[in-house]
T-cell receptor
Framework: GEDVEQSLFLSVREGDSSVINCTYTDSSSTYLYWYKQEPGAGLQLLTYIFSNMDMKQDQRLTVLLNKKDKHLSLRIADTQTGDSAIYFCAERWGYSTLTFGKGTMLLVSP | SAVISQKPSRDICQRGTSLTIQCQVDSQVTMMFWYRQQPGQSLTLIATANQGSEATYESGFVIDKFPISRPNLTFSTLTVSNMSPEDSSIYLC?????????????FGPGTRLTVL
């Protein structure tokens, strides 16, 4: 079955770049997503990428997709303390349901 | 986009009781989902609820434990029945809203349930 793996924890200093990594096993994945969950809140869709793309940039966020290695990354430039949250990688094929990773807790220190 | 609200936002319940969680969406949607997020874990899909039909449950979840209602295109409820401490989780409602071939999935703020 599908499986999505993420590292559990990342700590960076304010102003640095953060890179959160994700690997997935389903080569049929059509869409890949990054969600953000702040403490006590639901999930917020940050960005997504179609499987036929290699890169997507949206302001401070850069998503890189290596389809051959089934590796997805999220880079946050100039990380701020407000970026501290849990980041979930998710994938889906076509109209199937989302499969989530366990989430990476990002801690940004001043 | 879709804005989703859930009630209650949190609750503390006694073992053996039941809790019904409400999910309200600000637009009509066909597909609604209920997820569970256990402490330190990822999101696990409980069931998919489409208006006018029985909910479809994922492996490991049954209707007797998690009955779901979907009376219209903007509302759904999930009941956690005969609760035990293992049911302590965040329960999230989610909807799918899309244009063309791309469907985006939106999430509610979640209901944090603690069972004593």
């Amino acid at each position: 079955g599908e499986d999505v793996e993420q590292s559990l924890f990342l700590s960076v200093r304010e102003g640095d770049s953060s890179v959160i990594n994700c690997t997935y096993t389903d080569s049929s994945s059509t869409y890949l997503y990054w969600y953000k969950q702040e403490p006590g809140a639901g999930l917020q869709l940050l960005t997504y990428i179609f499987s036929n793309m290699d890169m997507k940039q949206d302001q401070r966020l850069t998503v890189l997709l290596n389809k051959k290695d089934k590796h997805l990354s999220l880079r946050i430039a100039d990380t701020q303390t407000g970026d501290s949250a849990i980041y979930f990688c998710a994938e889906r094929w076509g109209y199937s349901t989302l499969t989530f990773g366990k989430g990476t807790m990002l801690l940004v220190s001043p | 986009s879709a804005v989703i609200s859930q009630k209650p936002s949190r609750d503390i319940c006694q073992r053996g009781t039941s809790l019904t969680i409400q999910c309200q969406v600000d637009s009509q949607v066909t597909m609604m989902f209920w997820y569970r997020q256990q402490p330190g874990q990822s999101l696990t899909l409980i069931a998919t609820a489409n208006q006018g039909s029985e909910a479809t449950y994922e492996s490991g979840f049954v209707i007797d434990k998690f009955p779901i209602s979907r009376p219209n295109l903007t509302f759904s409820t999930l009941t956690v029945s005969n609760m035990s401490p293992e049911d302590s989780s965040i329960y999230l409602c989610s909807v799918e809203s899309g244009q063309g071939t791309y469907n985006e999935q939106f999430f509610g703020p979640g209901t944090r349930l603690t069972v004593l």
